[in-house]
């Protein structure tokens, strides 16, 4: 699904009206429509519900949400924030005397009295914060007991820079319009959204959106071909890593195995350390990391290096030495690999996965978290162009961007998958399925991180709450079913 920036969305709307000539009054009417199409789920006919309204379109769609409850019956008031001021919003204001929807007064509203609140105070035009007296009844709104429910975006959150005023409406659902914007999906908007309802309603844009937050549907695998063997389904190799984190080595290789690769190698100077635990795995034996040497079958296959891999200087040789012997590797570095990369890294070699997550990634761009918190969609966008690679930047919202420009943002995934390992397995899984299937880096990384997060879902929805990195591996093949449609028949067109 699109991911729009607030200003796409403001483009959006004016496109449809004044281009389009599309009335928005009608767009005020399918908006509101579609928002009682959704909490009629939600709430009682006997469920005394408030509608607050604030003096811009967003207050419109609550006067005519109102008025569409009120001739359904249901028990409803308004409560005026604000008097209306665009046109369609005094129009549906005045609908609302027509049907005798009834309005409460400051001196009269008492928050106990409400099952439910619709907040349509402020919606994509709101910037700066809140007044005092809004948020004393936000406060209080916030507290109660009652379901909070917003329109198109909880009033207190600024749509164009993410910014948050203090006693933001905090819904428990909001519903927005065509597509989300960015606040809607990206901490700190992300807290106050609650669940997240996205209804069409006639918007049209007639230019090229490049953000997208994953779906499911994004997410499908082809079956595989029927006369592939173990090399043509796809090859792992897997830089060794030291052996105080062996664990991180060993955890990539499974997730690359169960992620559908058909022969993982484990390339080392040493002993096989995995020789009673990981028995699938093949030991290809180097003398140094400084000689290394890829034969074709490495070369043609995909690449990891950094989980596990430690910072001993060898390592960066070995990396110096895979940029400057050899070229179109389709290589997938990570963790430790990271720690180099300005050391080695050079565009234009190879075919590049990077995995950072915040920390990695704000010492690799010598900026602060903060910094990239604040506007990581055009930092991420900028280093993917850069350096001409796909980066995976992983946080509790990880985001993949494309080296031309497309951005993907995951809502899947929760906090349980904050577990030491987690990113090892990521990084197996991005390189199983890259060997396995023939799609370009950036719907791998989109693939890998949505199938990730959503075992990190299956596992929790499971109440398998503290669960570790191996589970998720071990959970790798019953989520991975719902996306390869395998309806008893092997594919043709791998
Ligand atoms: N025009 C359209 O195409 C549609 C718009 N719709 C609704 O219209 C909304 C956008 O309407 P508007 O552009 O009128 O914006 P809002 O309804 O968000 O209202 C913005 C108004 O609040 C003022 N304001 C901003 N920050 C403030 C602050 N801190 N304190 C006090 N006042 C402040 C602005 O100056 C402006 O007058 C959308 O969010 C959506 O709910 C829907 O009806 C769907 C169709
Ligand atoms: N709060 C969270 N919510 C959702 N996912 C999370 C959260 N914290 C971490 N993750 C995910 O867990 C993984 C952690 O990766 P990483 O930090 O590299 O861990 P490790 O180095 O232990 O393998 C990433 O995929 C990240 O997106
Ligand atoms: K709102």
Redesign the pocket.
């Known amino acids: 699904m699109r991911l729009l920036s607030n200003q796409e969305k403001v483009d959006m709307d004016k496109y449809t009206i004044e281009d389009l000539k599309v009335p928005s009054i009608i767009l005020m009417e399918n908006a509101a429509q579609s928002v009682f199409n959704v909490i009629k789920k939600e709430i009682k006919k006997n469920d005394k519900i408030l509608v607050l309204t604030g003096k811009g379109n967003n207050g419109g769609d609550g006067f005519a949400l109102a008025r569409i409850l009120k001739i359904k019956s249901y028990n409803v008031e308004l409560y005026k924030i604000y008097e209306p001021k665009t046109k369609d919003a005094r129009k549906n204001s005045k609908l609302c005397k027509i049907y005798s929807v009834e309005s409460v007064d400051s001196k009269n509203l008492n928050i106990e009295e409400y099952d439910v609140f619709i907040d349509a105070v402020f919606g994509t035009g709101f910037k700066g914060i809140l007044e005092d007296r809004i948020q004393n009844v936000f406060n209080k709104i916030n507290n109660s007991s009652g379901l909070e429910i917003s329109i198109d975006i909880p009033s207190g959150i600024s749509g164009d820079n993410n910014e948050i005023s203090p006693n933001c409406f905090n819904a428990d659902k909001t519903i927005t319009f065509e597509y989300p914007v960015l606040a809607h999906c990206l901490y700190p908007g992300k807290k106050f959204v609650g669940k997240l309802f996205v209804e069409p309603i006639g918007l049209k844009y007639n230019k090229e959106l490049k953000k997208e937050v994953l779906e499911e549907k994004d997410l499908y695998l082809k079956p595989l071909k029927y006369d592939v063997h173990k090399y043509s389904r796809g090859q792992v190799s897997v830089i060794d890593g030291i052996r105080k984190y062996s664990g991180a080595t060993y955890l990539t290789l499974k997730a690359a195995l169960k992620a559908g690769a058909g022969y993982v190698r484990l390339i080392t100077d040493g002993e096989n350390r995995f020789k009673n635990i990981l028995f699938e795995i093949v030991i290809k034996n180097i003398s140094s990391y400084e000689k290394i040497k890829l034969n074709s079958k490495i070369a043609k296959g995909i690449l990891v290096a950094g989980p596990g891999m430690g910072r001993k200087s060898d390592k960066l040789t070995l990396l110096n030495k895979i940029f400057s012997d050899y070229k179109n590797l389709n290589l997938v570095l990570d963790?430790d690999a990271l720690y180099y990369f300005n050391d080695y890294y050079k565009k234009n070699i190879h075919n590049v996965i990077i995995t950072p997550?915040l920390g990695e990634f704000s010492r690799m761009i010598d900026k602060n978290i903060e910094e990239i918190r604040e506007n990581p969609i055009k930092i991420g966008s900028e280093f993917a162009a850069e350096n001409n690679l796909t980066l995976i930047l992983?946080?509790?919202t990880?985001m993949i961007f494309s080296e031309d420009g497309r951005v993907a943002v995951n809502n899947f995934?929760?906090?349980y998958?904050?577990t030491?390992?987690?990113?090892?397995v990521?990084t197996g899984i991005i390189a199983g399925l890259w060997a396995n299937q023939s799609f370009k880096n950036f719907e791998i990384a989109k693939k890998a991180v949505g199938l990730?997060?959503l075992i990190g879902d299956y596992l929790y929805k499971n109440k398998i709450f503290n669960f570790t990195s191996s589970d998720i591996i071990d959970n790798i093949s019953n989520v991975l079913k719902r996306f390869i449609d395998a309806d008893g028949r092997f594919s043709n067109d791998c």
């Open positions: 963790a997550h992983k946080s509790e990880t995934g929760n906090p998958m904050a030491a390992g987690s990113g090892d990521l990730h997060s």
